[in-house]
């Protein structure tokens, strides 16, 4: 009876909807569970923001091949697709090919054992899991042999605040503090930020994205301007590899954004870390932990990155790094703290495994608060366990991906000044890895 039990995947995003295209392929039942009402739908919330990866690189494997059968058309390897582009042409056709195994509108609110919390150990791996979701219709559970959480990150930005809790004032300045990246494309959008000052806070590939779009805004609309906040000492490596870079479009994303701060769209303030968001005269200064306020602007913009949400998970076992929220097997390859270049040996199943036999993160909520992550990591990630599954241990063993590199490797990315970069060397000792949104292009 326990075979017919499903494996249950959370999140119907590019890593989950592989998952069950790889637990398909191999003849096991599968359930994906949506919060939201489509396939991509966390995609869809970045959906104007143009990917740095190929198309070639955003199409799993095994979702190809289940697609194949339905006269889907493969869009060109050479583009490079918006988020918009992905979920539609890709993410949705897949969610539609897996028919009735994707359920929408269904959030995940519990993860556990059949009657047995996370204290009890007796019988405990013998249980099935019970998933516990909630819909239009009310609560109820579904019993699962395995859980496999794809659900990402999006959803949990991570405050303005540089202790990692939200700044004072930072509620309060209500949607005048954004932590997406603004759609300039929008009406009400553009109107928040043409002819005004918007400072960007954050080092990432999101925080470039925002910089680039805001520097063409000014072009358009005089009175524009950006400034760009950073924790570091010093910008440093901040623009990234450019031409060093393997992945063309990131590291074009980089010089667009030194040609901007060049150009003079853009100011830098660095050395900041922010404690405080106050309200001036109808305008927002921000204030760092040792009191020094910034000039008045009219927005912020938090592209500080993301963390997960671990709330559904009180009663799994979670072998998790103390630092990065990530699994301890993983983590020591992805730790900022030690990679500054984004380096990242192939995994699968064995790092990303937990003490709660049969459950495993994948995607980016595998990477805790890691700043960066491929689609192809996670189409490897959930190939491996799918294996693992299946019982086939020799494919779960077997992981085989290369990432292209950033073309920047300064020994400690978490460094805040020149010298502890010196210090601490090149890290460059595997594949490497980035992103520009929250999946292949934030970044997230």
Known sequence: MSEERPVVVIGAGPTGLAAAAELV?????????????????????????????????????????????????????????????????????????????????????????LGRDRLVDAGRDRQPFTVRVRTGQGEERVLARAVIDASGTWGTPNPLGADGLPARGEAAAGERVSHRMPDLTDPGVRSRHAGRTTAVVGRGHSALTALVALAALAEEEPGTEAVWVLRRGEVGDAFGGGESDQLAGRGALGLRAREAVEAGHVRIVTGFRTAEV??????????????????????????????????????????????????????????????????????????????EEGFYLA????????????????????????????????????????????GVCGGSGMFDDAGAEAERGCCSTGDTQDVASPLAVRTP
């Open 25 to 113: 392929e191999r003849g096991l039942p599968v359930l994906v569970l949506e919060r939201g009402d489509r396939a991509g739908a966390a995609v869809t919330g970045w959906g104007h923001v143009r990917l740095f990866s190929f198309w070639r690189d955003l199409v799993a494997p095994a979702a190809e091949k289940l697609l194949s059968g339905t006269g889907w058309r493969r869009p060109d390897d050479d583009r490079y697709p918006t988020g918009r582009e992905w979920a539609e042409a890709y993410l949705a056709p897949l969610a539609e090919a897996l028919g009735e195994r994707v359920r929408f509108g269904t959030e995940v609110t519990g993860v556990s054992r």
């Open 278 to 355: 106050r309200t001036e005269h109808g305008r927002l200064v921000l204030v760092d932990e040792g009191g020094r306020p910034l000039e008045p602007v009219d927005a912020v913009v938090a592209l500080t990155g993301f963390r997960p949400d671990l709330s559904m998970l009180s009663e799994i076992r979670l072998g998790l790094d103390p630092a990065l929220q990530a699994p301890v097997g993983l983590a020591p390859l992805i730790d900022p703290n030690v990679h500054s270049c984004g380096t990242v040996y192939p995994h699968g199943a064995r790092e990303l495994a937990h003490p």
């Open 363 to 406: 995607g980016m909520k595998s990477y805790g608060r890691a700043p960066t992550f491929l689609a192809l990591t996670g189409y490897e990630q959930v190939r491996s366990i799918a294996a693992r599954i299946a019982g086939d241990h020799e494919a779960a063993e077997r992981v085989e991906l290369v990432l292209p590199e950033t």
